[in-house]
């Protein structure tokens, strides 16, 4: 089967990268280069599994997209996105792209793995996290999006399923295939134009912000709304905005509709207070220079941020 229609090889193939020890640049690689082992996850046209390489024991996060899905699910501009995307990204809090090829019927990515799993996953099995545990990833989430968005890149899916866990319990961003990028890149504080009115929306009911529901400019404050929404459910141990229908979840987010539970601390409240302003303008770090402000708030007293990496992530569940 050829390449989906829009796609070129050059976009898709064989591409090793930096930190990597294939030797020859341009190699193509297959699928039985790989011994394939467990599912690490799916996604709504992927599916991601772990991947040793027989001849170095190298090993990655394959993810296989069947190209006929690709093609059916109207997700080509997706997989463009993310495979450019990645490529353009070098930082630890970014799961990072090594290589990329397709055959016959699929397309793949070869991601670093991540098996720690989901941070989903870790607060499902927690429940809740502590103030610490909490404090130290929302740092780790802050340094990688400030790193993106710093290069021009809105995320537009965060969410704590698409934010992984390293073995050690470090936390990487993934799944960039709603990423869009501002033009010029330089001014990262720019807005983008609406896009068209569709029926659908890009992102999840639960972490999409009141602007981009009514069709208002996107701003970096669609990835600060999703932030604040992931600190409130690391803390509580649910979103704040959830309805018993996606129509419902959004009438909550347009109208700003969330209980601050009692026994957040004054400073989580204020963070996540700060952080669900409905005026994406004024969310804190939306600004030029706002991410020192978000960085140098209370509720990061504890933390260290010139070692993050280099402190002992909270415990896996
Ligand atoms: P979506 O439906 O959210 O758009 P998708 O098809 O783009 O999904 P991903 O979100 O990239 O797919 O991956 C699906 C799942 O696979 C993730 O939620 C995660 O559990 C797992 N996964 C993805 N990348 C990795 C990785 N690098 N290491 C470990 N697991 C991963």
């Known amino acids: 089967m050829p390449l989906p229609e829009g796609m070129d090889a050059s976009e898709i193939k064989a591409k090793p990268r930096r930190k990597f020890s294939f030797r020859a640049p341009q190699q193509s690689y297959t699928v039985n280069d790989f011994e394939l082992g467990k599912v690490l996850g799916v996604g709504s046209y992927s599916k991601v599994v772990r991947a040793r ?75 809740r996290l502590s103030v610490d545990e909490t404090a130290l990833y929302t740092a780790e989430i802050i340094e990688a999006l400030e790193y993106i968005h710093g290069q021009g890149l809105i995320h537009r899916d965060l969410k704590p399923e698409n ?44 972490y999409v912000s009141p602007e981009v529901l009514t069709s208002h400019p996107l701003t970096i404050g669609a990835d600060l709304w999703a932030l604040g929404c992931i600190v409130y459910q690391m803390l509580e141990g649910k979103p704040p905005f959830r309805g018993t229908s996606e129509y419902i979840t959004f009438q909550k987010v347009m109208a700003r509709e969330f209980m601050m539970p009692p026994h957040f601390t004054p400073e989580a409240q204020d963070l996540v207070d700060h ?32 070692q993050l990496r280099e402190l002992t992530p909270p415990r896996l569940a």
């Open 53 to 127: 390489k027989k001849d170095t024991g190298e090993v990655f996060a394959l993810k296989i997209m069947d190209k006929r899905r690709v093609i059916k699910e109207n997700k080509i501009s997706n997989v463009k996105t993310e495979r450019l995307v990645l490529d353009q990204l070098d930082h630890p809090g970014v799961v990072q792209l090594f290589f990329t090829f397709h055959d016959a019927h699929h397309l793949y990515l070869g991601l670093e793995c991540c098996d720690g799993g989901e941070l989903f996953y870790q607060i499902m099995k927690k429940g």
């Open 163 to 206: 934010i992984l866990l390293t073995s050690d319990g470090h936390l990487k961003l993934a799944d960039f295939g709603s990423t869009k990028m501002l033009k010029p890149l330089q001014d990262v504080f720019i807005q983008i134009e609406p896009e068209a009115r569709t029926s659908t929306f890009i992102g999840t009911a639960e």
């Open 275 to 306: 952080l669900l302003d409905l005026d994406p303008e004024r969310r804190i770090a939306a600004v030029p220079m706002g991410y020192d402000a978000l960085k140098a708030h209370p509720f990061f007293s504890r933390v260290k941020w010139s």
